[in-house]
């Protein structure tokens, strides 16, 4: 694991992000082009699909929200440019909110398509999202230091359901 860790890290901040991005597309791609209306898909397992879609919508945009507004980011920058550690609202869930919707949609597509190829191309989509989160993590210890690390205790990268549960423990004291 250590050798990993040090060839993630070691890589060009946006490679990952880049190399996701190939089979997610193409996974989108087959989804809408090839796979729509197959007989032999289950009606339940696509709405399951149609939901988990919807919820990496929440992931994917409240971050936008969250850190434009409590980041500290300066007007006319990106998001992304905060200056300050943010771990309220959706980051009091989920250390990556984004890379977590990046996950969820792939998997929602796995399920619309209900095919090996599409599920071949998700777990590659979200292990290297997962590597990415890795890399992440690092930059925002550089970033913010100890107050990061500390963070990192409480939420987790990108597991919602524990957050959730974390969050909830949290607020009744325990």
Known sequence: MGRLRRAVYG??????????TVPLV???????????????R????????????TLSAVFGVLPIITLR?????????????????????????VRH?????????????????QTWLIALLSATVVTLTWLDALKADRYCIDKFGDAYEQYMERVPRTNALVGIVRLARRGKGT
């Open 69 to 93: 507004t409590r980041g500290g980011v300066k007007r006319g920058t990106n998001y992304m440019h905060t200056t300050t550690l943010v771990d309220s609202g959706i980051y009091s869930v």
């Open 26 to 40: 193409a996974e989108i791609v087959l989804v809408l082009f090839l796979h729509r209306g197959s007989p032999n």
């Open 97 to 113: 909110p984004q890379y977590l919707a990046g996950m969820l949609i792939s998997l929602a597509l796995v399920l619309l398509a």
């Open 11 to 20: 890589l060009n901040p946006w490679i990952l992000s880049c190399v996701a």
């Open 42 to 53: 289950l009606a339940i397992v696509t709405w399951a699909g149609y939901a988990i879609w």
